[in-house]
């Protein structure tokens, strides 16, 4: 019924819709109280094992940090080539299926990989990043990103050639791009902070 309603961009418009309800969540009142909500679960997060290694054993947490750059190498680079690809910068002999298929399966891994990782170091400096703002413009960037990758990008590389105007591919792509580099650059931020 809602594609019908919304037309054949019914997953764009509610991804739209989801991120423009999460900005006004960000600059609203509302955002101080949920986040003051969420101290007990950031004390709780320093008392884990994670959070007790990561606090005393700085070579695990410097360990666990490399491994989550090296995700976000990962991630970064299936991002800038799918994204060359549906641009036509590079790999212009190679299919785009091709390329959109294996820099999503390497998509995948970084994803995780970083997610795992982050959630032991912010186990770690919990109460540090609770009080950054920046670390929650990342979190917003992450789930935005993550969102518009899998809700957005991919059902439409996914469709077949032709149906999808090559203008709005592009502008997909350049869209990821900005999205991955927001959530790299305040990742960057948070270890200026504090």
């Known amino acids: 019924m809602p594609a019908t309603l919304l037309g054949p961009y019914t997953r764009t418009i ?11 969540f960000a600059l609203s009142g509302v955002r101080g109280e949920v986040y003051g909500n969420l101290l007990p ?4 997060m320093e ?3 994670f959070g ?5 054993w700085g070579a695990a947490f410097a360990t666990i940090q490399a491994f989550h750059l090296l995700g976000l ?8 080539v799918a994204e060359g690809r549906l641009l ?16 999503n399966r390497m998509f995948n891994i970084a ?20 009080y950054l703002p920046v670390y929650w413009y990342k979190m917003l960037a992450l789930c935005g990103g993550a969102l518009f990758h899998y809700l957005v990008r991919q059902p ?22 900005m999205i991955w580099f927001t959530v790299a650059a305040t990742g960057r931020w948070i270890g200026f902070s504090g």
């Open 52 to 56: 007790f290694i990561g606090k005393t």
């Open 111 to 130: 994803l995780a990989t970083l997610i795992a990782t982050g959630v032991f170091m912010a186990c770690g400096v919990a109460l540090k990043i609770y």
């Open 88 to 103: 036509g910068v590079f790999l212009t002999d190679t299919p785009q299926g091709t390329i959109t298929a294996r820099c």
């Open 73 to 80: 190498a990962l991630l970064g680079g299936s991002v800038l």
């Open 156 to 177: 439409l590389v996914e469709r077949a050639p032709g149906e999808v105007n090559p203008w709005l591919l592009k502008l997909v792509a350049v869209a990821s791009i």
């Open 47 to 49: 008392t884990t094992w």
């Open 14 to 24: 509610l991804v739209v819709a989801v991120l423009a309800a999460t900005l006004a």
């Open 41 to 44: 679960m950031f004390e709780w």
